[in-house]
T-cell receptor, first 117, second 113 residues
């Protein structure tokens, strides 16, 4: 199956600073990537849909000025958490979908653990 | 309102037995449904996809069924092993062959030796 990578795998930052997370599709082109957040023992919550060459689409309740998404190429999307606060500490996961046989198969990155102190 | 439920938050079974996980949905009409495995601190890994017109799909020790009348999918792991211990998530597309996937809360499976 397709491979999606994320970098970094974990990051600790101080409150008020910004953190950038990269998501890459390694062996396929992804016109659309997705960013999720997952709190402990909870399921994935879609934050935004990242479209190559255009603005991201954010889910209700997700602040677009706080979570900046850039999808500069067909293999790279970045999520920047601006002015991070302790409540932003979470597990952030990106995914990309590959069209196979008329259906989308979704491949996830390994996730990035963000801790804001 | 729309809802996806997975039978239990946690399930313990004995090694060698068949694990059966349930995914029920309300007020969705998915064209297909997917199952994923997630290990702690890792992203989910795609396991199986089943279309609305398929009753059953198999892959090695895994079997998935999809009943659109009952609005339910069952996920079976036969001859379970401790290495199968993980959280299993079901996901469905919520706009008929669209790109929007919705995930269930997951079931944490523990296979005891």
């Amino acid at each position: 199956g397709a491979v999606v990578s994320q970098h970094p795998s974990w990051v600790i930052c101080k409150s008020g600073t910004s953190v950038k997370i990269e998501c890459r599709s390694l062996d396929f082109q992804a016109t659309t990537m997705f960013w999720y957040r997952q709190f402990p023992k909870q399921s994935l919550m879609l934050m935004a849909t990242s479209n190559e060459g255009s603005k991201a689409t954010y889910e209700q309740g997700v602040e677009k000025d706080k979570f900046l998404i850039n999808h500069a190429s067909l293999t790279l999307s970045t999520l920047t958490v601006t002015s991070a606060h302790p409540e932003d500490s979470s597990f952030y996961i990106c995914s990309a979908r590959e069209l196979t046989g008329g259906l989308f198969e979704q491949y996830f990155g390994p996730g990035t653990r963000l801790t804001v102190t | 309102s729309q809802k996806i439920e997975q039978n239990s938050e946690a399930l313990n079974i004995q090694e060698g037995k068949t694990a059966t996980l349930t995914c029920n949905y309300t007020n969705y009409s998915p064209a297909y449904l997917q199952w994923y495995r997630q290990d702690p601190g890792r992203g989910p890994v795609f396991l199986l996809l089943i279309r609305e017109n398929e009753k059953e799909k198999r892959k090695e020790r895994l079997k998935v069924t999809f009943d659109t009348t009952l609005k339910q999918s069952l996920f079976h792991i036969t001859a379970s092993q401790p290495a199968d211990s993980a959280t299993y998530l079901c996901a469905l597309d919520d706009d008929n062959y669209g790109q929007n996937f919705v995930f269930g809360p997951g079931t944490r499976l523990s296979v005891l030796p």
